[in-house]
């Protein structure tokens, strides 16, 4: 019975954990703009290598 | 090119085969080009050339690869000297600790992954530049770069030789603000998310206990562990419905959030009660779900608002921030632009944007104008000439009087306009508030009527049932719902639609003005029809070659390259000479020719070519008339089908240009005999749009900023590819085909999503009266109750899905 206890205390714990995670990545900025990394991403072959210049 | 010569039925001489050999692609955007004129590749214009070359040079090929859509390219060349100013180092740069600095930068044409690729790869490019940021949303781009190794200016020029003129970012501030807005709405959204999923896992448990043996204690473990993670999260998400339900109330406006706050306030107190009393319903998993419905549904739908006024603020970002002043001892002082005052003398040198709207008072130059008129051909203007905000000079510092500054510009009343559109809420949002109003009023009788009908202890829990179950998520969510969904599917198909009062009035079927060039035709003067011998056409072909007139270019399409012309001698505005395999040739106007030969051979056919609107040209070989040319704008190809299908949605098409009225008259002859006027200049068609409004909904349809104040007056402007970056933002659809097929495909899917919005609105609303009937009745299973609740919601989101609303669009 009393597992039940500690299960649900983990699970919201858990879930807490969650949120706040995701708190830090809206913080982050990862979230700002939804629209340009979408297209990006498919550019991640063509990409060219950053050389070093003399 | 050639399937637009076949659609003009009148000419069947143009259908011979050496015409289709001849269309070669643009390099850069695979248009019909002229041929080039030596082996390199062929260009449509010289926009396409200088990015084609600037994407070779700096080794970018793979932009070819890595880009989503084809389209002409358009730079300006400048110089950019202005942004090396350390005026402008103070305003628009932030220094960074490494001694780099940061500069956030407004590019024009930002449209696909080709155009971030391109951009972000500026570091490997220019020595001196450390990063590249795009935001393709906002068209903003931010650059990390060392001020002592390249100059602004350098990576300015850079990027405009990319094909993105470059402007200095003004929204930044605001940015700033909208991005603690929208990141709060996301917090929100989270909260609301997670309490959501793990109250239904809850919830799960507890409605299978109600099946099976549930001990006491591990029931009321669950509720109270629902209890306490819903209160807080749902208060704390549902904020916002909360507070524009109790403006509503203090208002006494009626709004769709009024009778959500009530249904979740009951709910969350109610289901608290059943929870300390231990009996009865809880409805925390209901209640998150509908929050976190709501929240996800109106965060997008604040998205497409932002993007449609950030539209506006571009618009500051084409005009310069400061100006040059001449005070009265003729001496010239930088000043920042909130230093001018009216009638201000100001001097701007060749190659910058004029900061105010003014007149000439000394100088002549050439301006380019295509912000405001999306016409790319520089125009001459002298003393005494208007000028505006955002125009660039060209050629020669002129000095001027200001007679508008800032908001009162052209430009300014723009932005205005734009952002008042943007705020403006949608007849149908409008009509679900009034809908909302009513439904509070009879709800909340129909609770009181519960109480006392039941009487006690019964008739209070059943009326906190009905209070819960009617609660209108389906009713709030209908419009929202269908609406991101048109937006959504409308965006892939390359129609931009801001938001839901565009899609609305888009949905209302009324007058249709047409402008002909660049929406009905190519665009470009063609060949369309050919009265000669076939084998002068590869003669006229190699003479006009070297010419860049737009005739001489229409004419060259005329044959393959083979024989060589020689003393090719151009005489202006009349026509060629030059000699072919050793004919002599003369290539011109009929007036012109005649003043040495003898036309009569030809004066029949060069009067039916004049008698349907295109542009005579006559050849004479070795003295003799030999071949008479007919010159226009060829239709679209499926013009005629587009019309036909907006006419079957209940548009009346018609055709309103500035261009020849004999020549307009021919297109809408074209088109099957469409209302036509020609010769229209851009307050006629403002004045003509302002009237047939009152008359009843008008929408317009146009490409440059002549018609940019007609398409703000139209109840719905739509603007199409190609169109000036102006034109693109007074108008409520963009649409990137540059076909009138892809209207009324636009037209069509609007119209299917008001019929979705209606059939939206129709279940929820039955939805709720079955159960609130059935509450009061007391008939409901409390359990029945909670899978109504989300069960309604499902079908308005189902019913959204399912819509037909712009799934056939190209």
New interface residues.
Partial sequence: ?TT??VI?IL??VG?AG??AA??WV??S?Q??????PP??M??DE???R??P?A | MTTALADVGAVPAARDGALAATATACAHCGLPAAAATDDGPAFCCTGCAVVYRAIRGA??D?YY??RERAEPARTTERGYAELDDDAFARVHTKDRPDGTRTVSLYLEELR??GC??LI??T??CL?GVLDAR?????GRCDVVYDATRTPLSTIAQHLDRLGHPVHPYRGAERDVAR?KD??IA??RL??AG?AF??LM?MAVALYAGLFATM?T??RQ?FRW?SML?AIPAIGYAAMPIFRTAIGALRSKAAHVDLPLAIGIVVGLVWGAANVVRDRGEIYFDSLAMLTFLLLVSRYIVS?SHRRAAAAAELLWSLTPSRATRIAADGTWTEVPMEAIRLGDRLAVRAGEAFPVDGVIVAGSSAIDAALLTGEARPVAIGVDAAVHAGTTNLTAPVELVATAIGESTRVGALVRRVEELSLRKAPIERLVDRVAGKFVLVVLTAAIVTVLAWGGATGVEHAMSLLIVTCPCALALATPLAVTVALGRAGKAGVLIKGADALERLAHPGRMVLDKTGTLTVGKPAVVTWVGPTEVRAWVAAIERGSAHPVARALTELGEPGPIATEVVEVRGRGVRGRVDGHALTIGAPSWLAEELDLTPLADELAAITGRGETPIAIAVDGVATAAVGIADPLRPGATEALARLRALGWRPEILSGDHPAAVAAIAAQCGGLPARGGQSPEDKLAYVTAARAAGPVAMVGDGVNDAAALAASTCGIAVAGAAEVAIEAADVFVRTPSIGAIADTAAGAQATMATIRRNLKVSLAYNLIGGTLTVAGLIHPLIGAVMMPLSSLSVLTSSLRSRAFREVP
């Fill in positions: 019975m039940m206890y649900m699970a919201l879930a969650m949120v995701f708190f809206v913080r900025g979230l700002d703009d939804l629209d340009t297209r990006r498919l550019l063509a990409r060219p950053r050389e210049r | 080794g970018l793979d690869a890595v696909c992954a971030v690729w972000e790869a570091p490997r020595d795009v935001d393709i949303g906002r991005r929208d990141r996301l917090f989270g909260v997670a999923m793990n896992l001990s204690a591990d473990l562990a993670v998205r």
